[in-house]
């Protein structure tokens, strides 16, 4: 066994209590998918770049409006450094027409969750003032933010060891959808199966790569279904109070003129 081989070995965080010999056969289950995964990435990112495919994808932004048909490129492999095995990736991004950035108006207080969560998800947008202007002539409303969202998703694959589970894990990064999730992978899994289906994912084809996995909704999208459910009851809720308040508004202006037309001496 080579030195860098053992180097890598023992850099893993191994089950307390376990023996070298338990180390080694966790490698010895892991290699084959490990250079199988490697030389699936090698080769596709080899096809999309010398043979290139319009390939297009669009993501909803919580907050703003989707941002539709960004052209996907930039095909780049990420491999470790020689002597190691561990991690590999492919990173590519989603891009717009420039210009098209899209824009939200908010409050101060709401600004910082817009901020953070278009930073999580690598989303390149920037902020400035402006005035809602209450009627009056000049900047003499109130203030508010508006941020400008680019039109630019950063996407990510990455497959690595996954030393507690004995086998890989694979993690995505705003493929399918915005955020994060992690499908952990058995070696025996790690086949030319499912790397079809990882190949059918990144060119936005019908896939079934969640089926493969086993994969569940993350806490991270589960969360924000939650919030959006939460917006929408609570947008439905003022748009039925505002109708019953204009309703009532409406009642009280036709009482009105029904006591002018029957005139003082019909009262």
């Known amino acids: 066994?080579?030195?860098?081989?053992?180097?890598?070995?023992?850099?893993?965080?191994?089950?307390?209590?376990?023996?070298?010999?338990?180390?080694?056969?966790?490698?010895?289950?892991?290699?084959?998918?490990?250079?199988?995964?490697?030389?699936?990435?090698?080769?596709?990112?080899?096809?999309?770049?010398?043979?290139?495919?319009?390939?297009?994808?669009?993501?909803?932004?919580?907050?703003?409006?989707?941002?539709?048909?960004?052209?996907?490129?930039?095909?780049?492999?990420?491999?470790?450094?020689?002597?190691?095995?561990?991690?590999?990736?492919?990173?590519?991004?989603?891009?717009?027409?420039?210009?098209?950035?899209?824009?939200?108006?908010?409050?101060?207080?709401?600004?910082?969750?817009?901020?953070?969560?278009?930073?999580?998800?690598?989303?390149?947008?920037?902020?400035?003032?402006?005035?809602?202007?209450?009627?009056?002539?000049?900047?003499?409303?109130?203030?508010?933010?508006?941020?400008?969202?680019?039109?630019?998703?950063?996407?990510?694959?990455?497959f690595d060891v996954d030393v507690e589970r004995g086998g890989l894990r694979l993690h995505v990064w705003n493929l399918e959808r915005l955020g994060r999730a992690s499908y952990p992978l058995p070696p025996e899994r790690v086949d030319a199966d499912l790397l079809a289906e990882v190949e059918k994912a990144v060119l936005r084809e019908p896939n079934r790569l969640n089926e493969l996995t086993g994969f569940h909704v993350p806490e991270e999208v589960r969360g924000q279904l939650q919030r959006r459910l939460y917006v929408d009851a609570r947008r439905k809720a003022i748009e039925l109070a505002g109708d019953r308040a204009r309703s009532r508004a409406k009642g009280g202006i036709a009482q009105l003129f029904r006591r002018e037309d029957r005139g003082p001496e019909d009262s």
């Open 1 to 158: 066994m080579s030195a860098d081989r053992i180097s890598e070995e023992s850099s893993l965080a191994a089950p307390a209590g376990s023996a070298p010999e338990a180390r080694a056969e966790f490698w010895r289950r892991v290699e084959e998918p490990l250079q199988r995964v490697r030389k699936f990435l090698y080769d596709l990112n080899a096809r999309l770049t010398y043979f290139p495919r319009e390939v297009h994808a669009s993501y909803r932004i919580e907050g703003f409006a989707e941002l539709k048909s960004l052209l996907q490129g930039e095909y780049r492999l990420d491999f470790p450094p020689a002597g190691r095995k561990h991690p590999l990736s492919l990173h590519f991004v989603c891009r717009g027409e420039e210009g098209k950035a899209r824009e939200v108006v908010s409050s101060r207080a709401a600004v910082t969750h817009h901020v953070e969560y278009l930073q999580r998800h690598g989303i390149p947008f920037t902020v400035s003032e402006k005035y809602h202007r209450s009627g009056a002539a000049g900047p003499n409303g109130e203030v508010h933010l508006a941020i400008h969202v680019a039109p630019v998703v950063p996407v990510s694959l990455t």
